[in-house]
């Protein structure tokens, strides 16, 4: 059964920095892997995926501002967040695909206070 674990969310300043992980469980290998994000009232929207292991993708609203990165050994994915924005407040959640899968995580909760 495959799990995905978030940590890292919490309440931070505008200009801060924030770390989200998410590690995953029950699988050994994934097409893409990454995190999306929902503010209350917004659809989810794709924040930053890694693809085929090494693709990078970020939405716009976040590039230079966000990293993405994974740790293979570990099967866990990493999201450095810096110079954080009131619009960045959202529940984060964790995304794998593995062929035509999907999984999600539970999410984690970003508030960035102005």
């Known amino acids: 059964q495959v799990q995905l674990v978030e940590s890292g969310g919490g309440l931070v300043q505008a200009g801060g920095s924030l770390r989200l992980s998410c590690s995953a469980s029950?699988?050994?290998?994934?097409?893409?892997m990454g995190w999306y994000r929902q503010a209350p009232g917004k659809q989810r929207e794709l924040v930053a995926v890694?693809?085929?292991?090494?693709?990078?993708t970020y939405a716009d609203s976040v590039k230079g501002r966000f990293t993405i990165s994974r740790d293979n050994a570990m099967n866990t994915v990493y999201l450095q967040m810096n110079s954080l924005k009131s619009e960045d407040t959202a529940v984060y959640y964790c995304?794998?695909?593995?062929?035509?899968?999907?999984?999600w995580g539970k999410g984690t909760l970003v508030t960035v206070s102005s």
């Open positions: 995304y794998l695909r593995r062929y035509a899968e999907n999984y």
């Open positions: 029950g699988i050994s290998s994934f097409n893409a």
């Open positions: 890694i693809i085929s292991g090494a693709t990078t």
